[in-house]
């Protein structure tokens, strides 16, 4: 069974562009969340996702959103980048019903950096 | 809202010492999730505890849920090189809001 596959990989922005991230989550789940993850602030919970509905949001200004598609598909956008948006953002999926307690599987994440 | 913090933050061991990391939650944890993130890589999941004064083992590594299900810790007996990472607990709340402790990183040295 495929893993979580996040493209790109890398991404070099400048400031005030805007940039789409892809996540193809394991096949069967429904869930997929994103976080953004930094050096000094950890793992912090940007949103996510079940059957195209955002079930949850984490504290991130609005430049950030996110959908998902009917196939389980996510993207999440950054608009007017700005260069603390600098990070490591991964995307994990889950079989997600509307119950606690799912593992989440990780993907290798995309390295963005903001100049 | 909730903040959940590990200590240490870094932690070097020699290798065939032990190590421990604790997880502290300033509100009830719903469950208790254990991730490790090698460098370079992505969270990995090791296990989820669910019960108050729960206590579960993965060959070196154990891992206990406090009685009040605000605390929990990762103990690793005889740490390996192969045990670099960083290791993050996260509480497991209601639907899909995970929220990750700050992180633990572990370096072993040979």
């Known amino acids: 069974k495929a893993g979580v596959t996040q493209t790109p990989r890398y991404l070099i922005k400048t400031r005030g562009q805007q940039v789409t991230l892809s996540c193809s989550p394991i096949?069967?789940?429904?869930?997929v969340s994103w976080y953004q993850q930094t050096p000094g602030q950890g793992l912090q919970f940007l949103f996510e996702?079940?059957?195209?509905?955002?079930?949850n949001k984490g504290n991130f200004p609005g430049r950030f959103s996110g959908r998902q598609f009917s196939n389980s598909r996510s993207e999440m956008n950054v608009s007017t980048l700005e260069l603390g948006d600098s990070a490591l953002y991964l995307c994990?999926?889950?079989?997600?019903?509307?119950?606690?307690?799912?593992?989440?599987?990780f993907g290798s994440g995309t390295q963005l950096s903001v100049l | 809202g909730q903040q959940v913090m590990q200590i240490p933050q870094y932690q070097h061991v020699q290798e065939g010492e032990d190590f421990t990391t604790y997880c502290n939650s300033s509100t009830t944890l719903s469950n208790i999730q254990w991730y490790k993130q090698r460098p370079g890589g992505h969270p990995v999941f090791l296990i989820q505890?669910?019960?108050?004064?729960e206590v579960k083992k993965q060959k070196r590594l154990t891992f206990q849920f406090g009685e009040a299900k605000k605390n929990s810790s990762l103990h690793i007996t005889a740490t390996q090189t192969t045990d670099v990472g960083t290791y993050f607990c996260a509480d497991s709340g209601g639907y899909q809001k995970v929220t990750f402790g700050t992180g633990t990183k572990l370096q072993v040295i040979p």
């Open positions: 996702y079940f059957s195209e509905t955002q079930r």
């Open positions: 096949s069967g789940h429904r869930s």
């Open positions: 994990a999926s889950s079989q997600g019903a509307f119950s606690t307690n799912e593992k989440l599987f």
């Open positions: 505890l669910v019960k108050s004064g």
